[in-house]
């Protein structure tokens, strides 16, 4: 038997606290919203949405880096929603920028970075 007070601790110590974009769409309905998640973990997130979603609702969910995601609303309070996912996901995807990966530095920075940059910037 799990004592409930380390339950919710160790829910609340998995949840990554973020500000992020991503789309909502219903299976049955087309239409695409934005939403801004608030946290994320492996099993859900937590994010601001209009009006309009009910608790056991179908929903798929577009994440950065990570795509889309099915699931079901868990609940719904005051202009937020908790969505848990069918599957796990790993929510550190979502914070990597598109495009680099995290031992690639931009070739822009390597420019300046490398010994044999300038020493001044000339002005353009």
């Known amino acids: 038997m799990r004592d409930d007070t380390t339950a919710v601790a160790k829910r609340r110590m998995n949840r990554d ?8 769409r219903f299976p049955n309905n087309k239409e695409d919203r934005e939403v801004r998640v608030r946290n994320l973990s492996a099993g859900g997130l937590m994010a601001e949405v209009p009006a309009g979603l009910f608790r056991g609702e179908r929903v798929d969910v577009r994440i ?11 609940w ?14 790993n929510p550190k995807d979502a914070r990597i920028a598109v495009g680099i990966s995290e031992l690639e530095m931009p070739p822009h920075l390597k420019k300046l970075n490398s010994k044999t940059a300038p020493g001044k910037l000339r002005r353009v």
Do not use: C, M, Q, Y
């Open 17 to 24: 606290s973020l500000l992020l974009k991503a789309t909502l």
């Open 64 to 74: 950065h880096n990570i795509g889309w995601v099915g699931g079901n609303v868990a």
């Open 76 to 89: 719904v309070s005051e202009g937020r929603v908790g969505i848990a996912f069918d599957h796990p996901i």
